[in-house]
């Protein structure tokens, strides 16, 4: 169970687009959570995920690409 409250045991994690095979820029997000898109670095996956609002992700997304 993640601190936020969202059980996230059952998650299905999937390595950004954006991530490389070595090791650089490893992000991953969980699909098919009602609701929120869980983020988390991939050379963690233990470590704390951020869960931004389903409603929020397309405008963070489009943010990010425009760094």
């Not at 095979?21 to 490893?26: A, E, F, L, Q, S």
């Amino acid at each position: 169970m993640a601190r936020s409250g969202i059980d996230l045991s059952t998650a299905t994690w999937r390595k950004s687009s954006y991530s490389n095979g070595t090791g650089g820029d490893c992000v991953e997000v969980a699909d098919g959570v009602a609701g929120v898109v869980p983020v988390r670095d991939s050379t963690r996956p233990d470590g704390g995920v951020v869960v931004v609002s389903a409603a929020a992700w397309g405008p963070f997304v489009a943010a990010l690409k425009d760094c």
